[in-house]
């Protein structure tokens, strides 16, 4: 491209002004400024670390597998007794409002219930449902990648219930790095559970697709593979025995879809390559999701 | 009391203006009005339950035991890679500068560092400090009442790190009420730990005072009666047995000081009132504290 020199008609107009488009997030039923939102510490959140969330993605302005993860989010509250002041139309109401008012196309949607202000720092009272919006393509870069996991043991308190506990996650990266590894997989009592933030599955050597099925959260995507019909994929019993004789393992979420594990504890699963299986699954649940 | 009649010299006087003392707290090193005090919701206390706390007692605007929990609070933030940017000179200078503006002579004073505002949610990022203080007299009342505990068997995530998770705790409030109890006592192996927010003691049949040694917080109540050089109080293990065959069983905590406990899971301890060891410990406690 050629420089243009001085005094050329397009030095002669004003550059146009920036768009600085804001971007909202939602705080009870108030439209707020994302980067100002705010809580008071009084939050049982913040005081007790007490509150759930779900998560689910955006894609073309349209939210996939809502009903799913909204059944979730209302059973995660019921479990922890924070009581719903807003019913199911109203929720979907408030986050239809904050998609139309970001237009953010492709995004990540947030959506959590806190213990509300407390005036003893101890007690439940009403609680604060906070609704943020982040921008988010799936990168299928990912998925060729792979990752490598650490086993860990430890068992999730409150597992089929999205809390927004961490606590050990966040607390093992250095241990996670050390390790030369990008997540851990729990295990407790011999028997895989999950990931931190994903499901675990395993193909056996009989190509039989298999994810563990107790004291687990369970994930949206998972539950889509376990509805593909024509593959023989089972919620069973994994023990850290079986992972060492898989031929495939992946692991799967709502942003990550389907990524293959590459190596467990050090040692390789399968060929280090994307298998056979996990790359037929992938593709699956990318057509389910990214259309 | 007579009453005035209308016209009185009393009357006559207008009532003096009721004077609005502003309560304040500090968010990081800020002082601000408590009732205002927020943080942002990318905060990893409220995205991820990621965060630690100390609370120690002020008796006559002189903070009681304010070394000992310190030394406890940068433990706790050490173990949980919350990097200090502040040293202990100057947190300690902004607790005596909230004890100064607030003057409420008699009070508890919370110390939160949370995991910080985290741009992936995820990530650890410069902490947030918060520092609030709440009018607190201790109830010399309650010591007569004593309380009922039910046991359950739960293992603290970090037992020895001061984190904000008190999830298990307070998802238990309807298992607690049901049971007619007043608190948890947890077990784990057979072993017991502790209660969600104070240490656990037993008095045995040959007089020995005994508290759990291990996967407990070290509490600071605690701390000071096993230091008390003429009673024979160990650390040791206690099991589900130990306490059926308890003379007397207490708990510690800073703002119980010592508490009888009188029934555990429906049985009553000794003769279901404050023990003779019990009653001794908890007036050493007093006079260390209450002065």
Do not use: C
């Given at each position: 491209?050629?420089?243009?020199?001085?005094?050329?008609?397009?030095?002669?107009?004003?550059?146009?002004?920036?768009?600085?488009?804001?971007?909202?997030?939602?705080?009870?039923?108030?439209?707020?400024?994302?980067?100002?939102?705010?809580?008071?510490?009084?939050?049982?959140?913040?005081?007790?670390?007490?509150?759930?969330?779900?998560?689910?993605?955006?894609?073309?302005?349209?939210?996939?597998?809502?009903?799913?993860?909204?059944?979730?989010?209302?059973?995660?509250?019921?479990?922890?007794?924070?009581?719903?002041?807003?019913?199911?139309?109203?929720?979907?109401?408030?986050?239809?409002?904050?998609?139309?008012?970001?237009?953010?196309?492709?995004?990540?949607?947030?959506?959590?219930?806190?213990?509300?202000?407390?005036?003893?720092?101890?007690?439940?009272?009403?609680?604060?449902?906070?609704?943020?919006?982040?921008?988010?393509?799936f990168n299928t870069e990912i998925f060729n990648k792979g990752i490598k996991l650490i086993t860990f043991n430890h068992q999730r308190q409150l597992p089929s219930v999205k809390t927004i506990d961490y606590l050990i996650a966040i607390h093992l990266q250095p241990f996670i790095k050390s390790h030369n590894a990008d997540d851990l997989l729990y295990y407790h009592h011999n028997e895989i559970t999950e990931c931190p933030r994903s499901n675990f599955f395993i193909v056996t050597q009989k190509d039989k697709v298999v994810t563990p099925s107790k004291n687990i959260l369970k994930g949206i995507t998972r539950k889509k593979i376990l509805g593909f019909a024509h593959l023989d994929v089972r919620e069973t019993t994994v023990t850290l025995e079986d992972i060492k004789t898989a031929k495939e393992a992946f692991i799967t979420s709502t942003t990550k879809n389907v990524l293959p594990v590459f190596e467990i504890d050090g040692k390789t699963i399968g060929d280090g390559k994307p298998g056979r299986i996990t790359s037929e699954i992938y593709k699956m649940v990318c057509k389910m999701k990214e259309r």
């Open positions: 491209m050629k420089k243009q020199a001085a005094g050329t008609k397009a030095n002669k107009h004003l550059k146009p002004f920036k768009i600085v488009t804001e971007i909202y997030s939602i705080i009870n039923t108030d439209l707020v400024i994302k980067n100002k939102a705010s809580i008071l510490i009084s939050d049982l959140s913040i005081q007790r670390g007490y509150g759930i969330f779900d998560f689910f993605r955006t894609i073309n302005n349209k939210p996939v597998f809502l009903e799913d993860h909204l059944d979730r989010f209302f059973y995660s509250a019921s479990q922890m007794q924070l009581e719903q002041y807003l019913n199911r139309t109203q929720i979907k109401q408030l986050i239809h409002q904050l998609i139309e008012k970001n237009n953010i196309s492709d995004s990540g949607i947030r959506i959590t219930l806190t213990g509300g202000y407390s005036e003893d720092g101890y007690s439940l009272t009403k609680p604060n449902l906070l609704i943020t919006q982040s921008a988010f393509t």
